[in-house]
């Protein structure tokens, strides 16, 4: 049998497939809902959910098949990660990512409200940024970095002195 490259993938390289470019960073969690293959999640109740808005934990790896008989174009295009299964969740590096808008290289990514990707508005958390352009309904190159969230530091006055310090310094005025 002479395989056809073609045969299972026409168009663009399938969401959730992890980019060979770099090494990548890939966390391993439960699922609490049902999430698509290059989805954006989110963390909640300890289990990963679809991202709809701001900052995301890692973008859902796609599973891969050791045994294709059972696989159909129909069957292929809906499959999920369902309530349960343990899944790769990518922190770091660069994968395939549904999207819903045409996007550009080098353009600032962001998640949409169903889990997808788009170009970062001025209200939206980039997340990261496409290394690829494509068309709505393709998928895009992303190449991510989740950083944690660093709390708010106050202004700090560098010539003024903690009280508790200053009461045990009688020397400081």
């Known amino acids: 049998m002479i395989p056809d490259g073609e045969l299972y993938n026409t168009g663009s390289i399938s969401a959730g497939t992890v980019s060979d470019l770099e090494t990548?960073?890939?966390?391993?969690?439960?699922v609490g809902q049902p999430v698509g293959y290059g989805q954006g999640v989110q963390i909640k109740d300890g289990t990963v959910i679809p991202a709809t808005k701001g900052h995301i934990f890692g973008v859902a790896v796609k599973r891969y098949h050791t045994n294709a008989d059972h696989l159909y174009p129909d069957l292929m295009a809906n499959e999920k990660w369902e309530q349960g299964e343990m899944i790769g969740v990518l922190r770091d590096g660069t994968i395939y990512v549904p999207v819903n808008v045409d996007v550009n290289a080098n353009e600032n990514a962001a998640v949409d409200t169903d889990g997808n990707f788009k170009v970062a508005g001025t209200s939206d958390s980039v997340v990261g940024v496409f290394l690829s352009s494509a068309i709505a309904g393709e998928t895009a190159q992303l190449q991510t970095?989740?950083?944690?969230?660093?709390?708010?530091s106050p202004a700090?006055?560098?010539?003024?002195q903690d009280p508790a310090q200053a009461k045990n310094n009688p020397t400081q005025k």
């Open 24 to 30: 990548a960073v890939i966390d391993t969690e439960q």
């Open 145 to 152: 970095r989740i950083q944690l969230a660093q709390p708010a």
């Open 156 to 160: 700090t006055n560098s010539n003024a």
